[in-house]
């Protein structure tokens, strides 16, 4: 029996695992740093989102909102806000919801019902970006109504106040405002999958 000694090609060998190794240890590093990429880039949208739902409930809140309690017409709530592409679909829907409890939304549909501000929204609206950048896509839905006997006539009705010492015919009836709860979802860049989504406690 005849031992082999011979070490010729154990330097190849070697080279070849070493060079192996240090192709692995590239790849992980290169795909750490592509994917410590994407997910900043991905975060940056989402805080672009979200920072476009904020607007967004804050529009509704201060401007929109409150004019739809007016009783004015689809048309001309959509041309006084034209230029932010207002648009208000199933405006019977969105004026029950207004007005009756939720189990009352005989005009709306079971999409219309939702809680997904996506899907069949109230209003939908553009905020512009950046000037580099797309302009964000906000939709809007009123999922809850608790009603209330606030008046919405925007008419005073109030009585003037009288001293401490004055005496008051009659009694008023306490005020419970009406309660809505809105989902509010804003969209960036044409990336759907990065979307930015509050609820908001309106009340009026």
């Given amino acids: 029996m005849r031992i082999l000694r011979s070490t010729d090609g154990a330097a190849l060998v070697t080279a070849l ?3 192996m190794l240090s192709l692995v240890i590239a790849m992980m590093l290169l795909y750490s740093v592509t994917a410590g990429t994407r997910i900043s880039a991905s975060q940056k949208r989402y805080r672009s989102a979200l920072a476009a739902a904020h607007g967004g ?28 592409n207002l648009q208000l679909s199933g405006y019977g829907c969105l004026q029950q919801k207004l007005k ?15 809680s997904d501000p996506a899907q069949s929204p109230d209003m939908t609206f553009t905020l512009s970006g950046l000037p580099s950048e797309p302009s964000f896509r906000v ?21 003037q106040g009288s001293s401490v010492s004055g005496r008051e015919e009659g009694t008023r009836p306490r005020h419970v ?27 009026y």
Wanted: with cysteine.
């Fill in 17 to 19: 695992m070493l060079t």
């Fill in 57 to 84: 409930v804050e529009l509704l809140s201060r401007e929109i909102v409150p004019r739809l309690f007016q009783s004015e017409t689809q048309t001309s709530l959509q041309d006084d806000f034209s230029s932010i």
């Fill in 100 to 114: 009756s409890s939720t189990t009352n939304w005989s005009s709306c549909s079971a999409a219309q019902s939702s």
């Fill in 139 to 159: 939709t809007a839905k009123i999922v809850d109504t608790v009603p209330g006997n606030s008046d919405t006539t925007g008419v005073d009705y109030l009585d």
């Fill in 177 to 203: 405002p009406g309660m809505f709860n809105i989902s509010v979802q804003g969209v960036g860049g044409g990336a759907d999958h990065e979307k930015g989504r509050l609820s908001l406690l309106y009340a």
